[in-house]
């Protein structure tokens, strides 16, 4: 009997021992989980930064190959000008010639035959601007043609060099592009081994959590009171017996957005996504839900960028439709306790999960 006496309290301490032990590891646990999660949100920035270049390379591309399209069309226009302009010069040059044989192989008379053989002053005059006349056309005829051909082929040369010049800029852009793609790839490659390393990490947290919950339990019995320090959860961090209650400012119940929320359990995650049900990823499906009535923040926003947006609320005073804060985590309160979240890969849009499935940084009431 007396070795009986000795050995519950033996057996209490031990077991308080071993599972404090098992405390420790699932505080680094969890540690571990805010950093990889932390890690996701910084490395999902890049991603939708290179993703913003990439578009942004695409339309530069698009933009290019449109005026080389455009610039190809004015090459071919203008070539067939030039063959034109060659064709009038060409005509031009054989009927001067033609005109300055049939005057050099016919007989002139001279100047002062064609002055007797006109009838006056008047007629001889004009027989003679007549034939200065025809040359001076001719010659004026023939440099026109000429410059119009040079012109012409000055416009062409200056065409080919503006589209090789667009040619070697579309090939310095594909090659950013393919740079970028390979980029992206790489990051998408971190991003699935962070999915990885977060799944085993929470494996690893759930199973010590186990621990501790037994600790609880056998504490309690080693003690002779089964309420003993069972009660804990995750929000005794936070601001739980505060007396933040903001009144509501839009008009929209929460209900109505929790019963919005709930016809998309069920669907995608993914990350950086921001449809409902294509998929989305924890902050996008916050902010399209809240989108749908007309609560929005303009640019794509994070789960860290939640806590600041709307009034804070205490813990006690929580209610369905207020935005609930968690390290690298944002979801909406439904009630009774739990939350309506784009959850994980694994399990998608759930309705499931306690309000105290992980610490607790703000509770924010936008409605």
């Not at 001076?136 to 082929?153: C, G, M, P, S, V």
């Not at 056998?218 to 002779?224: D, E, H, K, L, M």
Request: proline fraction near 1%; charge should be negative; hydrophobic fraction near 35%.
């Amino acid at each position: 009997m007396k070795y009986k006496k000795f050995l519950r309290p033996v057996l209490g301490v031990a077991v308080s021992v071993c599972l404090l032990a098992s405390d420790s590891t699932v505080s680094n646990a969890v540690r571990s989980i805010s950093e990889i999660e932390a890690e996701q949100d910084s490395l999902q920035e890049e991603i939708d930064t290179l993703d913003a270049d990439l578009y942004s390379l695409i339309s530069e591309i698009t933009e290019i190959e449109n005026a080389i399209s455009d610039t190809e069309a004015e090459i071919v226009d203008t070539e067939a000008s030039l063959q034109e302009a060659k064709a009038a010069r060409e005509s031009q040059y054989k009927s001067m010639k033609l005109r300055i044989k049939y005057m050099y192989e016919k007989e002139n008379p001279s100047i002062f035959e064609m002055l007797v053989a006109s009838g006056s002053i008047s007629q001889f005059l004009n027989r003679l601007e007549y034939a200065n006349s025809v040359y001076e056309y001719d010659r004026e005829k023939l440099n026109q043609f000429e410059a119009t051909q040079a012109e012409i082929e000055e416009l062409a040369a200056a065409l080919e060099e503006e589209k090789a010049g667009l040619e070697a800029s579309k090939k310095e852009l594909a090659s950013q592009e393919s740079a970028l793609e390979t980029m992206i790839d790489e990051k998408r490659g971190e991003m699935d081994d962070l999915d990885a390393e977060l799944k085993e990490a929470k494996e690893i947290a759930a199973r010590e959590a186990a621990l501790r919950a037994a600790r609880a339990a056998a504490a309690a019995a080693a003690n002779g009171n089964s309420s003993g320090g069972a009660n804990t959860s995750a929000s005794s961090s936070y601001n739980v017996n505060g007396d933040l209650n903001p009144g509501y400012s839009t008009g929209v119940s929460g209900s109505s957005v929790v019963s919005y929320a709930n016809q998309y359990v069920g669907n995608r995650y993914v990350w950086g996504g921001n449809s409902l049900t294509e998929g989305c990823d924890c902050s996008g499906f916050v902010q399209q839900v809240l989108a749908n009535f007309g609560i929005s923040y303009g640019a794509r926003m994070t789960s860290g960028g939640f806590r600041n947006v709307g009034q804070e609320v205490s813990y006690n005073y929580m209610q369905p439709g207020d935005i609930v804060c968690y390290p690298g985590h944002v979801a909406i309160y439904a009630g009774g306790g739990t939350i309506v979240e784009a959850q994980s890969t694994a399990t998608g849009i759930t309705n499931y999960r306690s309000v105290n499935c992980h610490s607790i940084i703000t509770i924010r009431r936008v409605l």
